[in-house]
């Protein structure tokens, strides 16, 4: 209870210091959590989210699901050619970005960029659309937790990069904690959580589809993210990189 008001106060005072503020959200358990508290405090505080096309299919759906569900009014900023089917018949409001660089790319390193070169991939479909949704504002609220993993322990509560804050009100939070506060505010999890796998593995941490794997309970939660490749359990980059200038 005391990290919810917590994260609560965080909100309301980013909220007073910068006008021009959102929050992100991939549709995973952290950002369902963010977004709900956020959403408590302020009921119109923008919400927009970075879709690229290797997320599974689930996660398009329960965008919709959860987008209509809570009443988000999601933006969602993705490289495409085209809004997918989903989004459009479901009138998501979506920004598409050029497929050019990606396209480039994709043809020099060879299909599965996401195995060859994963930071570029994820440079060119998660990083760069994310600087486009930040462009405008002064501050953005994301989901991070310091108990993701190793990487994730020595973030701060309050980020100041270039030309943008951070904020991250629910830093402290267990995996436990986010799980209990989905289920004691019955906001439904994205079903990949749901699914078992031999060995007691599952998702705990949710990417894209060829970047997500399950594991077991005893390891950090992103060591299921990028694995087989050099950047296993590491960061797609919105969390290292300076945004906005
Ligand atoms: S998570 Fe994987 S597929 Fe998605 S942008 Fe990054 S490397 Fe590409």
Redesign the pocket.
């Given at each position: 209870m005391d990290k919810i008001e917590h994260a609560k106060d965080m909100i309301r005072d980013a909220i007073s210091k910068n006008p021009k503020i959102a929050v992100a959200c991939s549709f995973g358990k952290d950002s369902m959590v963010t977004v709900d508290i956020a959403r408590k405090v302020d009921p119109n505080i923008p919400i927009f989210s970075v879709m690229?096309l290797?997320k599974p299919k689930s996660t398009f759906e329960y965008l919709v699901q959860m987008n209509e569900k809570m009443d988000l009014d999601v933006h969602v900023f993705m490289v495409a050619d085209e809004i997918p089917e989903i989004l459009s018949k479901n009138k998501i409001k979506t920004t598409l970005l050029s497929t050019v660089k990606f396209n480039a790319a994709k043809a020099r390193y060879s299909k599965r960029i996401?195995k060859v070169d994963?930071d570029l991939?994820?440079k060119l479909?998660?990083v760069d659309p994310t600087k486009e949704a930040v462009k405008d504002l002064d501050a953005w609220i994301s989901g991070l937790r310091n108990t993701e993993g190793i990487i994730r322990e020595d973030y701060h509560e309050i980020e100041h990069k270039g030309g943008l804050v951070k904020i991250n009100p629910i830093l402290s939070f267990t995996e436990k904690d986010v799980l209990d506060y989905l289920k004691n505010n019955d906001i439904l999890l994205h079903p990949w959580y749901l699914q078992e796998f031999p060995d007691n593995r599952k998702y705990r941490s949710l990417?894209?589809e060829?970047?997500t794997k399950p594991i077991s309970t005893d390891v950090p939660e992103r060591m299921g993210r990028?694995q087989s490749t050099n950047k296993c359990a590491g960061e797609?980059g919105i969390h290292t990189q300076i945004l906005k200038n």
């Open positions: 690229t290797y996401y994963p991939c994820c479909l998660k990417g894209c060829p970047c990028w797609c």
